[in-house]
């Protein structure tokens, strides 16, 4: 918004003209994302702590020391992520762009979907929630919208296309069926943020590091100059998605803050659900649907874990893990919880750098 206030009065005041630059933009979202978490967050928290006197319910089948040490911890901190994103979105982001509202509406659309879940498991007291084919049904629903809006958006023939990376002239038609394999996507990167928050940051610095990774993609493939000379799939528009991710990293930021051992609030589904498909829409948006599945890596193996194991235990009655998924594994096996998160985090960051070498590996 403030691009557009800002690009009449950008020939006459310097200063205006930053406006113009999407790199001061994503900077400047960052920050007041950050910010905005860092001022509003103890507030959200003592009201989330009036409302739910018990905080979130805890599995009685899960780590035992989760019964003593996350007993009462508020839930819902999503609140926090994603007013801060949205807000400080709709101030730098240019608003013409389609790409931003298209990866706004899935993000606020799976948070809708999140709060219902989260809001049924504060009331009933039982961590199950939403019912699972509602929520695959509503992922889906929206997702679909988002995949058809984002390929209306697009050029032929890359819009209807898979890229791969490292392969720089190989491009998959998929056609109409792209919409339903963007959709897929969506769903997937959700549902892997959600079944990796389990422990305090968990999933909040890998989605910071995963953001941070396609903010310079979005960068790179919405700028032709750049786009040309690495050799990748020009995607005219998808600069503004940089903004976008930059306010997210701000945002998780803020509420690390407060998520942070011992945490002060969970992220909750609204959080988690949000925010996984963000990360799904904004690599469909740029054509790199692969390479999130590297930066993501640790959202994969995680989710991998749990459909080895159910699967595995329905044929065998054995289980292949302690607990699924992974992480509850390795705590079951006696690992701090500070130990698994940093380690994990590592983890992260190392597949970032892989992600991002796919981009120079042509």
Not at 191 to 200: E, F, R
Not at 216 to 243: H, K, M, S, T, W
Not at 259 to 273: E, Q
Request: aromatic share 10%.
């Amino acid at each position: 918004m403030l691009s557009i206030l800002a690009r009449p009065l950008a020939d006459e005041f310097f200063l205006f003209n930053l406006f113009r630059y999407i790199t001061f933009r994503s900077g400047a979202a960052c920050l007041t994302a950050l910010v905005l978490s860092l001022v509003f967050g103890p507030m959200l928290i003592r009201w989330l702590r009036s409302l739910q006197r018990q905080g979130q319910p805890i599995r009685t089948d899960g780590p035992e020391r989760h019964l003593l040490e996350k007993k009462g911890t508020p839930t819902m901190g999503g609140l926090l992520i994603l007013g801060a994103l949205t807000v400080s979105t709709l101030l730098w982001a240019d608003l013409r762009n389609g790409y931003v509202w298209a990866v706004l509406f899935v993000t606020l659309g799976y948070g809708a979907l999140g709060f219902a879940d989260d809001y049924l498991k504060l009331s009933k007291r039982n961590h199950k929630g939403l019912p699972g084919r509602a929520k695959l049904l509503g992922q889906a629903v929206i997702g679909l919208i988002a995949a058809v809006w984002i390929v209306w958006l697009g050029r032929p023939p890359l819009a209807t296309s898979l890229a791969l990376p490292v392969f720089k002239e190989v491009l998959i038609p998929l056609g109409f069926l792209f919409p339903v394999f963007a959709t897929l996507v969506m769903m997937g990167s959700s549902n892997a943020v959600n079944l990796t928050d389990g422990l305090d940051g968990l999933a909040i610095v890998p989605t910071i590091i995963t953001a941070g990774v396609f903010s310079v993609i979005a960068y790179l493939v919405g700028n032709r100059i750049f786009a040309d000379y690495l050799q990748l799939n020009p995607v005219p528009g998808a600069g503004e998605l940089g903004v976008f991710c930059s306010a997210l990293i701000g945002a998780g930021l803020g509420f690390l803050w407060f998520n942070a051992p011992p945490a002060a609030v969970f992220m909750g589904d609204i959080g988690s659900l949000s925010l996984g498909g963000a990360l799904g829409a904004v690599a469909v948006a740029v054509k790199h649907e692969i390479v999130l599945m590297i930066v993501g890596g640790l959202f994969v193996v995680e989710t991998v874990s749990v459909i080895v194991q159910v699967f595995w235990y329905k044929r065998t009655g054995r289980r292949v893990f302690l607990m699924a998924p992974l992480h509850h594994h390795f705590e079951k096996k006696g690992w701090a919880e500070p130990t698994i998160v940093i380690r994990f985090w590592i983890i992260s960051m190392i597949l970032a750098l892989a992600g991002l070498a796919t981009l120079k590996i042509r």
